[in-house]
C-alpha cells in the first residue's frame, strides 16, 4: 500500500512539472529582453528640427519637456551666462516658450544685458541666416554662425 501511495505521488509530481513546463513554454517569457523605443532626440537635435541651431542653448542641458502644442520646458543644471557676439546672455535653471519652425516665442528664463539693466528675451525667429532675438522694445539680429556651437556656461 505504502508502495503505490508513493507510485500514486511520483506520478502526481510529473505531470504537476509537466503542466508547469508547458504552461511556460506557451507563455511568454517575461525575462526577454523586449524592444527598446528609440531613444528620445537631445534638446539640440529638436532645435535643429525646428530650423535652429545647437548654440541657442548652452552645454549641459538634463532633460526636456516637448508638448504636441510646441510648448517647451528644458532644463540645465544651474543658472548659466556666457557672451555671444556682442551680447551677453543668462539662462535660468529652466528655459520656457513655444517653438514652431523658425519661431519661438514666450520665452520664458533667458535675459540678455542692454546697457546696465538685464531684460527678458521673449522671442527668437530665424530669417534666413540670421537670428534675431527681441527683449522688449530691442530687437537685434545676428549671424545664425554666431550660435553654431553650444556655448560653455560662466
Same mark, same amino acid.
Given at each position: 500500500?505504502? $508502495?503505490?501511495?508513493?507510485?500514486?505521488?511520483?506520478?502526481?509530481?510529473?505531470?504537476?512539472?509537466?503542466?508547469?513546463?508547458?504552461?511556460? $513554454?506557451? *507563455?511568454?517569457?517575461?525575462? *526577454?529582453?523586449?524592444?527598446?523605443?528609440?531613444?528620445?532626440?537631445?534638446?539640440?537635435?529638436?532645435?535643429? @528640427?525646428?530650423?535652429?541651431?545647437?548654440?541657442?542653448?548652452?552645454?549641459?542641458?538634463?532633460?526636456?519637456?516637448?508638448?504636441?502644442?510646441? *510648448?517647451?520646458?528644458?532644463?540645465?543644471?544651474?543658472?548659466?551666462?556666457?557672451?555671444?557676439?556682442?551680447? @551677453?546672455? =543668462?539662462?535660468?535653471?529652466?528655459?520656457?516658450?513655444?517653438?514652431?519652425? $523658425?519661431?519661438?516665442?514666450?520665452?520664458?528664463?533667458?535675459? +540678455?544685458? +542692454?546697457?546696465?539693466?538685464?531684460?527678458?528675451?521673449?522671442?527668437?525667429?530665424?530669417?534666413?541666416? =540670421?537670428? =534675431?532675438?527681441?527683449?522688449?522694445?530691442?530687437?537685434?539680429?545676428?549671424?545664425?554662425?554666431?550660435?553654431?556651437?553650444?556655448?560653455?556656461?560662466?
Amino acid at each position: 500500500m505504502a $508502495a503505490r501511495h508513493h507510485l500514486t505521488l511520483l506520478l502526481l509530481t510529473a505531470v504537476l512539472l509537466l503542466l508547469i513546463t508547458l504552461t511556460a $513554454a506557451a *507563455s511568454p517569457d517575461e525575462a *526577454s529582453p523586449s524592444p527598446e523605443p528609440p531613444p528620445q532626440p537631445t534638446a539640440y537635435e529638436m532645435l535643429e @528640427r525646428y530650423n535652429f541651431t545647437e548654440g541657442i542653448l548652452p552645454e549641459g542641458v538634463t532633460g526636456y519637456v516637448l508638448r504636441p502644442d510646441g *510648448s517647451f520646458e528644458v532644463y540645465l543644471p544651474g543658472d548659466c551666462s556666457f557672451r555671444a557676439g556682442s551680447m @551677453r546672455i =543668462r539662462y535660468g535653471s529652466r528655459v520656457a516658450g513655444t517653438i514652431r519652425p $523658425a519661431s519661438i516665442t514666450g520665452v520664458q528664463g533667458v535675459k +540678455v544685458k +542692454v546697457l546696465l539693466a538685464w531684460v527678458a528675451v521673449t522671442e527668437v525667429d530665424r530669417d534666413g541666416d =540670421r537670428f =534675431r532675438f527681441s527683449a522688449g522694445r530691442v530687437s537685434k539680429s545676428f549671424p545664425v554662425d554666431t550660435f553654431a556651437h553650444s556655448p560653455q556656461c560662466a
